[in-house]
């Protein structure tokens, strides 16, 4: 399947700070990419949806001020926690889907991101 | 609004037998994908099996398959002769639509623990 790599895996940052996550589609386009939040032994929290060159779409209850997403290219979307607090601590996972196969199993995930605000 | 519910917050299993991890959904979407996800300890997203909602065969991959009852909007998935390396948390998710921008929504998820 195609691989989508999610940079870094872990990061430690101090409360106040801004931590960017990348998620690269390294062998197709991703028209969308998806940002979930995943919380210990809980499921996965869709965030927001990002399409390339357009302002991301987020759910409700998500602080679009708070978490900025950038799609700026169908092979790049970063997410940018802005002003970390410790309840951000989380992980992090991008998913992405695109190209011409509307087969459906086009989602392909990458690593995840496990984010310690301390 | 779109819904996943899967009832079993933990399953354990012995090694070689099958296992049925169940999973409901609500949509009101007459296209829609259903998808099942591993989740190891490493926390990847690994995954199994896909079934649109046009399909009239149950979806097949190698030990798994997917049981897909429509009408009662079940989509459970089954593992046969469980392996060690079985145990995950296993996610249940839908995607309304089949286009490739549609969403994917996740169930609570089952661990699952296989039993040497």
């Known amino acids: 399947g195609a691989v989508v790599s999610q940079h870094p895996s872990w990061v430690i940052c101090k409360s106040g700070t801004s931590v960017k996550i990348e998620c690269r589609s390294l062998?197709?386009?991703?028209?969308?990419m998806f940002w979930y939040r995943q919380f210990p032994k809980q499921s996965l929290m869709l965030m927001a949806t990002?399409?390339?060159?357009?302002?991301?779409?987020?759910e409700q209850g998500v602080e679009k001020d708070k978490f900025l997403i950038n799609h700026a290219s169908l092979t790049l979307s970063t997410l940018t926690v802005t002003s970390a607090h410790p309840e951000d601590s989380s992980f992090y996972i991008c998913?992405?889907?695109?190209?011409?196969?509307?087969?459906?199993?086009?989602?392909?995930f990458g690593q995840g991101t496990r984010l310690t605000v301390v | 609004a779109q819904k996943i519910t899967q009832t079993q917050p933990g399953m354990f299993v012995q090694e070689k037998e099958a296992v049925t991890l169940d999973c409901t959904y609500d949509?009101?979407?007459?296209?829609?994908?259903l998808f099942w996800y591993k989740q190891p300890s490493s926390g990847e997203m690994i995954f199994l099996i896909y079934?649109?909602?046009?399909?009239?065969q149950n979806a097949t991959e190698g030990r798994y398959s997917l049981n897909f009852q429509k009408a009662r909007k079940s989509a459970n998935l089954v593992i046969s002769a469980s392996q060690l390396g079985d145990s995950a948390m296993y996610f249940c998710?839908?995607?309304?639509?089949?286009?490739?921008?549609?969403?994917?929504?996740f169930g609570s998820g089952t661990r699952l623990s296989i039993r040497p």
């Open positions: 062998d197709f386009q991703a028209t969308t």
């Open positions: 990002s399409n390339e060159g357009s302002k991301a779409t987020y």
């Open positions: 998913s992405a889907r695109g190209g011409t196969d509307l087969s459906g199993t086009e989602a392909f």
């Open positions: 949509t009101s979407d007459p296209s829609y994908g």
């Open positions: 079934q649109g909602s046009y399909d009239q």
């Open positions: 998710a839908m995607s309304p639509g089949y286009s490739s921008a549609s969403k994917i929504i």
